[in-house]
């Protein structure tokens, strides 16, 4: 038997289930992006919205490049399973704060996508897309008009299919119609996304009509959030685990740790659920919040990854059984609290221990493969942000040295590797300047040479680009570190 709302009352006592009829919920949240981190995140802090009796909050989800989530949740319902894994912990729960599921690139379903978004009842639009969803430039914050993606959705107005084609049209039908702008969410793990947002989406509406630009930018909320949970994809292994436990099936449950966190700037022009329910906390220091998160957790997350990668350890929880990976971080965890401005009442020395616990969970099978995607997106804000801040201030950094290291290695033994595929943006770019040389000095410098992702002022820097070449040089000569074996110092 499928999980569904026939199936509910069948589940065991032990199960978490909705406690409000959904029946009687107003879909006033539009979330594109529906995936693992969104259901186990901010839906999951809405269901506890919903059970507190305001049924005003409920979520259309939307899967931007394919059907497969609204084919996997259509038939339940729109019912899913969370599990929380700890080390020994265990809760599973159904979640049934998203009451439709939008999916794919037909046409058909991206009409009624933005029909729902352009009518009143939408109050907020949230998003989890990447960073590449925003299709900005993250060097020069310019809109990507390039990308055929922007060009396609600037040529056909009637069918847009990335996010901001999206928003500014059903804004568009919004101002026209005298309708009252929603709120646009981002919850992607970005530095102040909300701004990001707003550049984003601002850019590709004055490609499309100035006036409606200038009425974006004076009546649109955007709202900054540091959004902070691991979600590893969800495995076969898991799935069954979990369908035993709910005796029905579900088709994609996620997976989770018992750890989540949700800062929000409170500027919504709609109205919001009061999150805080769920455990979110709503401040005006989300800067200070997101940095931290971005520097101690993400930098060493993909620190992790790229060492993982390259000694052979498939999970989180594996890799921080290496010594020469955990004393690497607790490095890199000392160089960022050396820079860093921790939100008021956090001890980032707490923080960071309550890091290590989380990573060394063994319930959850984190994939370093997967951590280690989308470097050129995530090393500018996780590593390169510290790293400026202290070549401003004249203090060296072998340990943000290590990591970008790290990265660099792992893309010189992907060039290497035949068959090699890099999951990257910019991946033709990196593997061909990864790919030129077997000199560790020319793929240092080929690399730094991405402007991109580096700029022109960390090249620049000869003191740190000494730093970086000798770790390169030292991870390249270490035994346990499977680097491409061409390389000669």
Request: charged share 20%; with cysteine.
């Amino acid at each position: 038997m499928r999980l569904s709302e026939n199936t509910l009352a069948q589940l065991p006592s032990s199960i978490g289930r909705p406690a409000y009829d959904r029946r009687k919920i107003s879909a006033s949240i539009v979330h594109l992006g529906l995936g693992a981190f969104h259901r186990a995140h901010q839906a999951l802090m809405t269901e506890a919205v919903l059970n507190s009796g305001d049924l005003a909050w409920g979520i259309v989800g939307a899967g931007m490049q394919s059907s497969g989530m609204r084919d996997a949740l259509a038939p339940q319902d729109c019912l899913y399973a969370v599990a929380e894994f700890g080390a020994d912990f265990e809760r599973i729960s159904v979640v049934g704060a998203i009451v439709d599921a939008v999916g794919g690139a037909e046409d058909a379903e991206k009409v009624r996508l933005l029909a729902k978004m352009s009518d009143v009842s939408t109050r907020i639009v949230s998003i989890t897309v990447t960073e590449k969803g925003y299709y900005l430039d993250l060097a020069t914050g310019k809109l990507q008009l390039q990308s055929p993606a922007i060009a396609a959705d600037l040529a056909n107005p009637a069918l847009p299919r990335t996010i901001l084609g999206l928003i500014v049209y059903a804004l568009r039908n919004r101002k026209a119609a005298g309708v009252q702008p929603f709120t646009v969410l981002s919850c992607d793990n970005l530095p102040n996304n909300g701004k990001l947002a707003r550049a984003a989406v601002v850019a590709f509406a004055r490609e499309v009509d100035a006036e409606l630009a200038a009425w974006i930018e004076a009546s649109v909320c955007f709202p900054c959030t540091m959004v902070d949970r691991i979600t590893p994809a969800t495995t076969d292994a898991d799935r069954a685990h979990i369908n035993e436990r709910l005796g029905v099936e579900d088709a994609w449950p996620v997976v989770t740790e018992q750890f989540v966190q949700w800062v929000i700037e409170d500027k919504f022009s709609m109205g919001r659920p009061d999150w805080t329910l769920g455990g979110a906390v709503f401040s005006d220091e989300i800067e200070r919040w997101e940095s931290m998160k971005l520097r101690c957790l993400n930098g060493s997350h993909s620190t992790l990854a790229y060492l993982g990668q390259l000694t052979g350890r498939e999970t989180v929880a594996e890799a921080m059984q290496l010594p020469l990976i955990t004393d690497i971080l607790d490095a890199l965890w000392l160089e960022n609290r050396e820079v860093l401005q921790a939100p008021k009442g956090v001890d980032p020395a707490d923080y960071i221990e309550q890091l290590k616990q989380r990573f060394r969970n063994p319930a959850l099978k984190h994939r370093t493969a997967q951590i280690a995607s989308d470097g050129s997106q995530k090393l500018p804000q996780r590593l390169l942000a510290p790293l400026r801040e202290r070549m401003a201030k004249g203090v060296p950094s072998p340990a943000i040295a290590t990591a970008i290291a790290a990265w660099m290695h792992f893309a010189v033994k992907t060039a290497h590797t035949s068959g090699g595929v890099l999951s990257d943006p910019m991946s033709t770019e990196i593997l061909a300047q990864a790919g030129k040389s077997t000199d560790a000095a020319t793929i240092v410098d080929n690399l730094l040479g991405l402007q991109k992702i580096f700029g022109q002022d960390v090249p620049a820097n000869t003191a740190f680009r000494a730093e970086l070449l000798g770790k390169f040089i030292e991870l390249a000569k270490n035994p346990a570190v499977a680097t491409a074996t061409q390389i000669t110092a």
